[in-house]
């Protein structure tokens, strides 16, 4: 087990929730199919807005892309109905067809009357070709069930797991990565949480808190002769529980590359950058009419000159969750050989220690 980034001497802003994951939204889970046999490095990852038996309920969602190199299906009927319906699937590039197949059995079987009108899910995805034999048929439809399925609550594991046992991030092991923050807000709090497949980046770009280490940890880099600097990907999902309206939850998507930004990137031609937010508050609105005998729909939503708050939140959670990815990952080795090191978390730590 390797440490959180919060357990190094790492400055971080903001107020975490408890588990200082997207699961500290109440109702969000996260499940997990990890494959490592053979050639295999890579999975699925689902993220559940409102557990098991809130499938089929919408959540006010908005979608974001920075760079569309890269895949997020279903994103049309949301932009179209500011609506999120389905579990939210992470896999890597030449799964997502098979991915999206695996969601749709496992709404069929679960939740049969939803599958008699149509169903769109949202699958996204980064490239773990390097360690990963990606052309093969490793993922199976109905990993994705599976995945679905182990969605709990509580605090995810995070770096090689799931769909990001095959990522990198910044020239170092990479995966998955999630955390929260609280926002206080009139008379309660809420609560903002992000999840990211982080696979993105290059090693010189690579920033701590504010503090550009990259340079400094430039040796035992076998994937730059083999990839493209920057390239592979980041998928970010951003929940909540404060009342927004669709449109307030594509100004969080549009936040999260502001995150990713303090951990160093750019934004690579190579990498594909999408992002999806999304709000569990208003439960029963945004049913496209299929609530019976309601004619008409209300949101209850934070005044957009009260947003300030919410936006730090997704900055200050993005960069974190980018953090605990990198720092959950050790040396892995994948197909052919390919070895991708893990951040070295002795170096870092001298590092941010004389930069202090």
Not at 67 to 74: A, K, P, R
Not at 79 to 85: D, Q, V, W
Not at 163 to 186: A, D, I, L, P, W
Request: charge should be negative.
């Amino acid at each position: 087990m390797r440490p959180r980034a919060r357990a190094l001497p790492i400055s971080l802003d903001g107020a975490t929730g408890a588990h200082n994951a997207i699961t500290d939204v109440p109702g969000v889970e996260v499940g997990y199919v990890t494959l490592t046999e053979g050639t295999a490095r890579t999975g699925v990852t689902a993220i559940l807005p409102r557990g098991r038996d809130g499938v089929g309920t919408p959540c006010a969602a908005g979608v974001h892309s920075l760079n569309g190199n890269g895949e997020m299906t279903g994103v049309t009927w949301i932009e179209e109905s500011g609506a999120l319906t389905l579990p939210v699937a992470i896999t890597n590039t030449h799964a997502v067809g098979t991915v999206h197949r695996g969601v749709i059995d496992w709404v069929a079987d679960k939740h049969p009357s939803l599958a008699e009108e149509w169903l769109l899910p949202v699958v996204a995805e980064t490239w773990d070709g390097y360690l990963n034999d990606i052309n093969a048929p490793h993922v199976r439809p109905e990993h994705a069930g599976q995945a679905i399925d182990a969605a709990t609550g509580g605090t995810p594991a995070e770096g090689s797991v799931g769909g990001g046992t095959g990522m990198n991030c910044y020239g170092f092991k990479g995966g998955s990565g999630t955390s929260s923050r609280v926002v206080e807000y009139v008379d309660r709090s809420y609560t903002v949480g992000a999840f990211v497949q982080a696979n993105f980046g290059s090693r010189a770009e690579l920033t701590v808190a504010g503090h550009r280490v990259g340079p400094a940890l430039m040796d035992d880099n076998p994937m730059a002769s083999r990839t493209r600097e920057g390239a592979g990907s980041v998928i970010v999902v951003v929940a909540t529980d404060a009342p927004l309206l669709p449109g307030q939850c594509k100004a969080l998507a549009r936040r999260v590359p502001l995150g990713l930004a303090r951990t160093g990137t750019t934004g690579s031609h190579f990498s594909g950058d999408i992002f999806l937010a999304f709000s569990t508050a208003n439960e029963g609105a945004l049913t496209s009419g299929f609530a019976a005998g309601e004619d008409y729909e209300a949101l209850r939503f934070v005044p957009w000159g009260r947003m300030d708050a919410f936006y730090d939140a997704v900055v200050q959670a993005v960069e974190e969750a980018v953090l605990n990815a990198l720092t959950a990952a050790g040396d892995t080795v994948g197909r052919d050989g390919h070895r991708s090191p893990g951040l070295p978390l002795e170096r870092l730590t001298r590092l941010l220690t004389r930069a202090s």
